[in-house]
């Protein structure tokens, strides 16, 4: 775990932290609101994150060896847990991303309290942002 990870998922905890569970998802879905926008353009069958109840879509840019992702849910606390993911994971090179588990996201007091559907779609964007490490991982090996 790099030490930027640390302070970013730290930087997390200590939003969530004073917390009751109803303002933790006032907050979440607060995250999902103030994503980024997302290009038209990208909302493309290879960019849907398979297994969330929602669409949701994730693009992925590489720059200088750090992977940088943005996402776009049509529903708020599917985009909020992207949201959380992303602050987490963007700005990291691949081996991070692909050796460090989202362990944090329990301590956030959100993951017990999560639907089953939505703890499978979590577990999924997870899953391709780690696909998508992976990808980056390979390609700037074959280089």
Do not use: W
Not at 124 to 131: D, S
Request: charged content about 20%; glycine content about 4%; proline content about 6%.
């Amino acid at each position: 775990m790099t030490d930027s990870f640390k302070e970013k998922t730290t930087a997390i905890k200590n939003i969530f932290a004073p917390l009751s569970i109803e303002q933790r998802y006032q907050k979440l879905i607060e995250m999902g609101r103030e994503l980024p926008p997302f290009p038209e353009e990208c909302k493309t069958p290879d960019r849907i994150v398979s297994g969330c109840q929602s669409s949701l879509y994730l693009l992925c840019i590489l720059s200088d060896g750090k992977l940088f992702f943005k996402a776009y849910s049509d529903a708020l606390i599917s985009a909020g847990l992207s949201a959380i993911l992303i602050q987490a994971y963007s700005g990291e090179d691949p081996e991070t991303i692909l050796t460090t588990p989202p362990d944090f996201i329990k301590e956030l007091g959100i993951a017990a309290t999560l639907s089953a559907n939505r703890s499978n779609g979590l577990a999924h964007i997870h899953l391709k942002i780690k696909q998508e490490a992976l990808q980056a991982l390979c390609n700037q090996k074959s280089i």
